[in-house]
């Protein structure tokens, strides 16, 4: 995995922040990032504004700091940091902001001295605020928290080109081709058996056809469990596919910056187990569960019907997700489904030959 480091501008009033601003510096440093902030020549003309332009355009993000002061205004009636913010949102560059909660606690030196100035800057804070990572502060210690919180939440919110070694680039593209390659070649290695250059592959089954699905019951009857109570259901491997869909256990992660589902076949399998059972027996008990041998059964099935992933950044395809929608309109079909042997528990009570002592 990359590992990458990102340019961060901080902004805000000067003389009333110095120790706000180098609290988040010294964050940001301490996360392996970079800092960039007019420290030396604080924005204070039209010429310095220009100059930091391209700076606040070459950063991944931008902080800005709002405490009790709107700042010095510009010809226009904005101040240097308000035009600071608006170029980096007109640059696409995302801003993560950080509002003293309580700025009228302030010390006078470090808030608005007219009701202007107090007005300009609500109207700022407001604006800056809108749709945009906020967190509140009250002390250096709270806006280092809020920083690291704040970063961390657009890292992986708000995906930036960041920075990275050399080398590692060179490496990770490596690896990164190395692994494509290994799987490809695992996919073609099946192909290279001789079985294959004198038969074909069996049929697949259409989805109109039956399959028998066994489930059991993980439910506590009389004191005991009963996980060897089977039932065995038939129905179509459509019927199947939608109480698939229904109860897919399904969380995503990402890799490399690219996403991927995982399919949690343990929860899955309870899930559709006790669909299953509810479906042919309303009353039935909690606790059902597809058997692994069935499961698996269906899960090749609805790979190589094409309607399920075996892996990726989406698990169901296209002709999957239109034939639940078209069933939905039409009501699912689940009539199909029905015990062919064996029993669903609706009861918790045993008859006397099945009390097992």
Not at 171 to 193: C, D, G, M, P
Not at 199 to 225: F, K, M, R
Request: hydrophobic share 35%.
């Amino acid at each position: 995995m990359t590992d990458k480091r990102y340019q961060v501008f901080i902004s805000s009033t000067y003389e009333d922040l110095k120790e706000e601003r180098r609290a988040v510096q010294d964050t940001l440093i301490s996360m392996g990032d970079f800092p960039v902030q007019m420290e030396s020549f604080p924005a204070s003309d039209e010429e310095q504004l220009e100059y930091i332009k391209p700076l606040i355009e070459a950063c991944d993000y931008y902080i800005l700091i709002i405490g009790g002061r709107y700042g010095s205004i510009t010809s226009d009636g904005q101040s240097y940091t308000e035009k600071e913010f608006h170029h980096a949102v007109e640059t696409g560059v995302p801003v993560i902001v950080l509002v003293h909660s309580n700025p009228e606690e302030l010390p006078r030196n470090k808030t608005e001295e007219t009701s202007e100035g107090h007005e300009k800057l609500k109207t700022f804070t407001a604006l800056a605020s809108d749709g945009r990572i906020r967190k509140s502060w009250d002390t250096t210690d709270g806006l280092k928290l809020c920083v690291r919180e704040a970063v961390d939440h657009a890292k992986k919110t708000k995906k930036r080109t960041g920075w990275v070694k050399g080398d590692t680039i060179a490496s990770t593209a490596a690896l990164q081709e190395l692994e494509a390659l290994r799987k490809e070649n695992k996919k073609l290695e099946i192909f290279k058996h001789p079985a294959f250059e004198t038969s074909s592959l069996p049929e697949l089954p259409d989805l109109q056809d039956t399959v028998e699905v066994q489930i059991h019951t993980h439910a506590n009857i009389g004191g005991y469990d009963n996980n060897d109570l089977l039932a065995s259901i038939s129905g179509t491997w459509l019927s199947f596919f939608i109480a698939f869909h229904r109860s897919a256990q399904i969380s995503y992660n990402d890799w490399n910056d690219e996403e991927y589902f995982v399919l949690d076949k343990t929860a899955t399998r309870e899930t559709m187990g006790q669909l299953l059972a509810v479906v042919c027996e309303k009353n039935a008990l909690n606790g059902h569960s597809v058997t692994s041998e069935s499961f698996d059964l269906l899960w090749c099935y609805f790979i190589e019907a094409g309607l399920f992933y075996e892996e990726g950044n989406v698990p169901f395809a296209d002709l999957a997700r239109k034939i639940i929608r078209r069933l939905t309109i039409a009501g699912l079909h689940t009539k199909s489904l029905k015990v062919t042997s064996g029993k669903i528990r609706t009861s918790i009570r045993m008859d006397d030959e099945e009390i097992p002592f």
